[in-house]
């Protein structure tokens, strides 16, 4: 009886172990693909130049968290690390602007060295937040990338429309017909570029059957997809002495802004989602389908040049966007491309949490006379909040002179400070 | 004897004349849908900001670019900008280099691409350490260089500079600091000739208050311009159009002229309308274009205005006396000539004369400053929307003058047509004869001018999708312009030969038989009766005819 006992113990422990050892396997999966985010703090430890992109690529704690496809890519594209370290920061201040007013902030704080990841514990969770980090990082590189293009400072953009479901690299035969591609019909948009290497990028690590992984995949084409969509015609007419019988029009990338708002709509609106049985080979499988409308809306052109084009590459980049999530309440409508898509509730975000990498809301400014969540009420949990007076610098009386020709009494520049006290409302640090 | 080919010719030799014109006009069309690239494209250049070199204000020899081995940029950051109090005012500079790269190589112009027209966007942020207006006005010193292969890397040319004001408006949702202004676009400069390799356009905004320059505008953190070009491709066809169409209507033309000539007659009006009309479409077939392979020739955007509208104008007197000819009435035998219709065509003439001075005013000073354009100044759009309101008025005049004419002479034929049966066979046949012209015209004329409406209007109708929705296999702007012009061309052909003296009397006159053996195949059969040879022409035949009656 004591034996059995003992041998049940031991049987339990050792299911204890491989749970745990599973379990953390699995939480080093979840943030695979997302390691990269840390491009974002390049050279900050020592704070040493600006971000250029040879230092980026010297850089070995950042070229340690890429993974071995993005080390191609960044060889193969000289200047893109450092448009995807400036989509990242960018993505970190437009999380914490459309965050500034929730108790979850979108705060880097917990990011002290290499390996953890970014924002912090709570990307090993499938919740909401998660949903919009993903969401929003995709869509800054997508925006980024394709900028850097407009900027000229990535050289290996494409400029051939057909081009665009080919891995993205410069090789020489196909240079010598770009040249002619330009003359005879211009270049494609830049977002042509933008999207087809941010997918690569950014979707390198999510290679797994998991839901979670699914979800990543999900929520990073929604980010790129309404970069895509957000972007606005404009148009101008030069014919004949100006008059519009000839008309030519464009799209214009938007505001980084416009994305953020977009996508903390959808984050408001996120869906949960479920495990779906046949999680492949689903006949509905809308993001195949979305996927598929993408291609032919970004590149013009008619989608079966591009299949004829790469079919091989073609056929196993789709597999693996093709499959389909099951919201969680079967009365709701199944995901559309552009929604937000978790599996977790989101963990209370009031307290400080270790584990969970949260950190409160203690210490975080309020407004007492809103009722919404920025509210001190809500913000604050109930713990209460102070006052605080701070000084601030509101407006300079500034005196321009841009022209030496002015009289040389007026030249030297004066700054006139005017300061203000305003009243700030903090939350509590201590609970009780 | 007499009257014009159109009138001789059989139904059978006149429906493959008709269906060969519209099989190349389908040809036209096609060419510019399958082989042609769109007319043109874009290529939005974002500005890398600069740190400014001292002393740039009046020195035009400095010039800052971003890329090649001895780029001279000291790259500004958002984050440096942000930081700086006044938000680097003043210190900075707009760096575009032209164009961009891609796929690894450095593109350049080629000089196929004809144009170059710059719009400029900007980012414009909320700024607390400034005041912010909606609409207001920006000051820029914009100054343009070039350089081409086998300059020096930093071998940059003065091209033009200017400091030129600009109207900003601007709508902001949310007047946060987060926020950013959405702003129109701003045009700034048209180059009419794209002779050199690279082009570097260098904008500072300067902001000064003795100047009163730039105050009130937020925190520019970016610049983008639109670069639109004429696509190489486009450019291609469209010469070899040209190329074409030229020769032939030449030819054309020298034909008639020959066969006017054979008459024993001086022309008539009719006929040297057909001739100025030929040679106006001549001159827009002319293909100048080749020239700006070897030579800059910044008037080509004006070259090109013009000759469009001496074709138009051409185009719009000839109708207007066509119809007139047509009138049936007579007023004795002073036909002959343009000066009893200098108050139909004087409405032409000023609605072409305003818009010529409208272009001079614009494109004219471009040559000198192609930063200019006459919209920015309150006089000046004044001025331009005076003449554009002057042009308008007398395309509007002009129309119903057309109108009532045409009105006019289908009453007239409908009175003759009601007398008709009474007429001698002869005298009827003449008749007919003038009817079946007009009316072959008035088709022709109508089903062109409405082909060319329904392709703006679709051309219009796509434009706006075809960004997203573009049809691979048919290039539609293309398609249309090719189409449109071919079809001009083809028009003013035909008409030519059309109504190009008939040379059928010949045989009358000498050979009977002939004709009997003709006569099942010709629709309108000569007047044998008539053997004066100065009065072929049958418009003045009728003249006296009616006069007799």
Request: aromatic residues 10%.
């Amino acid at each position: 009886m004591d034996m059995l006992k003992l041998f049940y113990l031991l049987i339990m422990a050792l299911c204890a172990y491989v749970n745990a050892d599973a379990e953390k396997q699995s939480k080093q999966n979840r943030g695979r693909g997302s390691i990269w985010w840390g491009i974002a703090k390049a050279g900050e430890p020592n704070n040493i130049s600006p971000v250029t992109p040879t230092h980026v690529y010297m850089d070995p704690a950042i070229h340690a968290t890429l993974r071995r496809k993005q080390r191609r890519l960044a060889r193969e594209n000289p200047g893109i690390l450092a448009a995807i370290a400036k989509g990242a920061n960018m993505a970190i201040a437009e999380c914490q602007h459309q965050f500034r007013n929730r108790r979850w902030n979108c705060s880097t704080r917990n990011f002290l060295q290499r390996g953890k990841n970014l924002f912090g514990k709570i990307v090993d969770r499938g919740c909401r937040e998660t949903a919009f980090i993903y969401a929003i990082t995709s869509a800054a590189v997508t925006h980024s990338i394709a900028r850097a293009c407009s900027e000229g400072s990535i050289e290996s953009c494409t400029c051939d429309w057909s081009h665009q479901n080919e891995p993205p690299q410069a090789s020489k035969s196909e240079s010598v017909s770009d040249v002619r591609m330009w003359e005879w019909g211009g270049c494609s948009d830049n977002i042509v570029f933008g999207y087809k290497l941010a997918r690569e990028f950014v979707d390198t690590g999510e290679r797994g059957r998991s839901l979670r992984e699914k979800m990543n995949l999900h929520n990073n084409e929604a980010g790129r997809v309404h970069v895509q969509s957000e972007m606005r015609e404009e148009c101008k007419c030069h014919g004949m002495s100006g008059s519009c019988s000839v008309k030519t029009c464009w799209m214009r990338l938007p505001n980084f802004r416009v994305i953020g708002d977009a996508l903390k709509d959808r984050f408001d609106a996120a869906i949960r989602v479920q495990v779906n049985n046949n999680l492949k080979n689903n006949n509905e499988n809308q993001i195949m389908r979305n996927n598929r409308r993408n291609n032919k809306n970004l590149a013009n052109t008619n989608s079966e040049t591009n299949s004829v084009h790469g079919r091989g590459q073609n056929q196993r980049k789709q597999n693996r966007y093709r499959f389909s999530l099951k919201p969680y309440n079967p009365d709701h409508k199944p995901p559309m491309m552009k929604d937000l898509v978790f599996f977790e509730q989101s963990p209370g975000f009031c307290e400080k949490n270790l584990r969970l990498g949260i950190l409160g809301t203690h210490g975080r400014q309020c407004n007492d006379t809103s009722i919404g969540v920025d509210g001190c009420d809500l913000m604050c949990c109930g713990r209460g909040y102070r006052t605080q007076e701070v000084t601030v610098v509101e407006r300079c009386a500034c005196t321009f002179h841009w022209c030496c020709e002015i009289k040389k009494d007026l030249k030297s520049k004066i700054i006139l400070k005017v300061a203000d006290n305003v009243v700030l409302k903090v939350c509590a640090t201590i609970s009780y | 004897m007499s009257g014009t080919i159109l009138e001789n010719l059989s139904g059978r030799k006149l429906t493959i004349l008709v269906s060969t014109l519209l099989f190349s006009q389908l040809i036209c069309f096609l060419i510019g849908g399958i082989f042609a690239p769109r007319p043109s494209s874009v290529q939005t250049i974002l500005a890398t900001i600069c740190l400014d070199k001292p002393g740039s204000f009046n020195d035009t020899s400095i010039w800052i670019y971003p890329r090649g081995p001895k780029a001279n940029c000291d790259v500004v950051t958002h984050e440096e900008m942000l930081k700086d109090k006044i938000r680097m005012a003043n210190q900075l500079v707009f760096v575009f280099q032209m164009p961009l790269p891609r796929e690894g190589m450095n593109l350049d112009y080629s000089r196929w691409q004809q144009n170059l027209i710059g719009i400029l966007q900007t980012d414009i942020a909320y700024d607390p350490m400034t005041y912010n207006k909606p609409d207001t006005e920006l000051t820029l010193d914009m100054r343009l260089a070039y350089r081409n292969k086998e300059d020096p890397d930093d071998g940059w040319k003065y091209y033009a500079s200017s400091m030129e004001k600009r109207d900003l408006h601007c709508i902001a949702d949310n007047h946060t600091d987060k926020y950013l202004y959405q702003c129109d676009t701003i045009p700034i400069f048209e180059m009419g000739s794209l002779h050199h390799d690279y082009y570097l356009l260098n904008i500072r905004v300067p902001v000064d208050d003795h100047m009163k320059m730039n105050l009130d505008i937020g925190f520019i953190t970016d610049l983008h311009l639109s670069t639109i070009y004429q696509n190489g491709g486009f450019t291609k066809v469209w010469m070899s159009l040209k190329s074409t169409f030229f020769p032939l209507i030449v030819a054309v033309m020298i034909w008639f002229w020959h066969r006017v000539h054979l008459l024993q007659r001086k022309p008539v009006l009719l006929e040297y309308m057909l001739i100025y009309l030929g040679a106006s479409l001549t001159f827009l077939n002319l293909p100048l274009e080749y020239l700006t392979l070897f030579f800059e020739m910044k008037f080509m955007l004006l070259l090109s205005d013009i000759r469009q509208g001496i074709f138009y104008a051409m185009l719009c007197s000839f109708w207007l006396v066509f119809a007139g000819e047509h009138m049936l009435i007579q007023e004795s035998g002073e036909r002959n000539s343009l000066k009893i219709y200098w108050r139909h065509l004087l409405a032409v003439i000023t609605g072409c004369v305003s818009l010529f001075l409208f272009d001079i005013c614009e494109r004219g000073v471009q040559l000198r400053n192609p930063f200019y354009s006459i919209w920015v100044s309150r006089f000046g759009s004044k001025i331009a929307m005076t003449f554009i309101i002057l042009g308008a008025i007398s395309a509007a005049i002009y129309f119903l003058f057309l109108c009532y004419m045409v009105w006019k002479v289908f009453c007239n034929i409908s009175i003759k047509r009601s007398v008709l049966p009474s007429m001698s066979k002869m005298r009827r046949l003449h008749y007919e004869g003038i009817i079946y012209r007009f009316k072959f015209l008035m088709l022709a004329t109508l089903l062109c001018a409405l082909l060319t409406i329904i392709g703006f209007i679709l051309g219009q109708v796509t434009d706006s999708q075809w960004h997203w929705n573009e049809n691979f296999e048919l290039e539609f702007s293309s398609a249309f312009f090719t189409g449109v012009y071919g079809m001009w061309n083809i028009y003013i052909a035909s008409m030519i030969i059309l109504y190009a003296p008939s040379h059928k009397k010949w045989p009358n006159e000498n050979d009977q038989t002939q004709e009997n053996i003709m006569g099942e195949e010709i629709e309108f059969s000569n007047l044998p009766s008539d053997s004066n040879p100065s009065e072929i022409s049958s418009l003045t035949q009728f003249a006296r005819k009616t006069a007799l009656d």
